[in-house]
């Protein structure tokens, strides 16, 4: 028994002594790791450095590192965006608003506000361009000696204030101007294609009826000429139509409610003293050109 006991502590003494030593070599081999480790870092950190202090020294390559290390982190951002989004961003244009024909109808007086949204109601269009058209008609008629009125009046008969409108003869734009035959005054607009501009078509097309009124001698004919049927007896009511709207438009400018559907109908006194006064005389079947000839020449 004694010879078994001296074994079994031997056995217990000796696998005592494995432990502990595999705990001292896994020990030596952990400091050692991490000697290594920190020894490797230290030694990237120095390579970092060293690079760092290369690339500042060389401007030229230090632009190029940004520039690619730019175009990484772009990339990245443009992987994790929306595609709409992305979309979005490309066809944003912040200045357009500076190309808008409008207005707030909150920025006109009381009268010309009342205008511009009995206009915007009757002809079916937003308030806001047409609130810019009528503090454009105030303006320059004010300039020209023409009431707002009537250069209103007559972009509502000639296009109900659609600015790409065309007559099959050729007028354009807001005031139905005859572009082909009035290029010279869009010249100074950058030209022609400045006819679907509408206030450009606006100030042109007022150039051409004050043109028309100072010939004709007053505004029923110039109203004629305008439409180019001075040489006609028969103008298609046209004249009649456009004073009948400058009639509403006045009006509902002086605060009276007029509704929106409202016809264009001038009282028969009226009526037939327009169609007496300074009627033209009737020209030859023969000497008459036809009247898509003399809309082209005269308007």
């Known amino acids: 028994m004694s010879v078994l006991r001296q074994l079994s502590l031997k056995a217990q003494q000796s696998c005592r002594a494995t432990v502990r030593s595999t705990g001292v ?4 081999v952990g400091h050692g790791l991490l000697e290594v480790s920190h020894n490797t870092l230290a030694l990237v950190g120095l390579i970092a450095v060293a690079l760092i202090v290369f690339v500042a020294g ?6 190029t590192v940004e520039m690619q290390a730019l175009g990484w982190l772009q990339a990245r951002q443009e992987a994790r965006t929306d595609p709409l989004e992305l979309m979005a961003n490309d066809l944003r244009e912040p200045e357009a608003i500076a190309r808008a024909t409008a207005s707030d109808p909150r920025d006109l007086t009381r009268q010309q506000a009342a205008v ?3 206009l915007a109601r009757r002809y079916k269009v937003a308030p806001e361009p047409v609130s810019r058209l009528v503090t454009e008609a105030w303006r320059v008629g004010a300039r020209v000696g023409l009431d707002p009125t009537l250069i209103l009046a007559i972009m509502a008969i000639e296009s109900s204030f659609n600015p790409f409108a065309q007559s099959p003869v050729g007028a354009q734009g807001l005031m139905q101007v005859m572009t082909r035959v009035h290029d010279d005054k869009y010249e100074q607009f950058g030209g022609n294609l400045a006819a679907f501009d509408p206030v450009t078509n606006l100030r042109v097309g007022v150039q051409v009826l004050k043109e028309c009124i100072a010939r ?3 505004v029923e004919a110039g109203l004629r000429s305008y439409v180019g049927a001075a040489n006609l007896s028969d103008d298609g009511g046209y004249a009649l139509k456009v004073l009948s709207e400058q009639n509403h438009l006045q009006a509902v400018a002086g605060g009276k409610l007029v509704a929106v559907n409202a016809p264009n109908v001038v009282p028969t006194a009226s009526r037939a003293q327009a169609e007496s006064a300074e009627a033209p005389a009737p020209a030859s079947e023969s000497s008459e050109p036809p009247a898509d000839e003399k809309l082209a020449a005269l308007r």
């Open 25 to 28: 070599f896994m020990q030596d």
């Open 116 to 118: 511009a949204q009995w």
């Open 216 to 218: 004709a001698g007053g």
């Open 58 to 63: 060389r401007s030229e390559l230090r632009h």
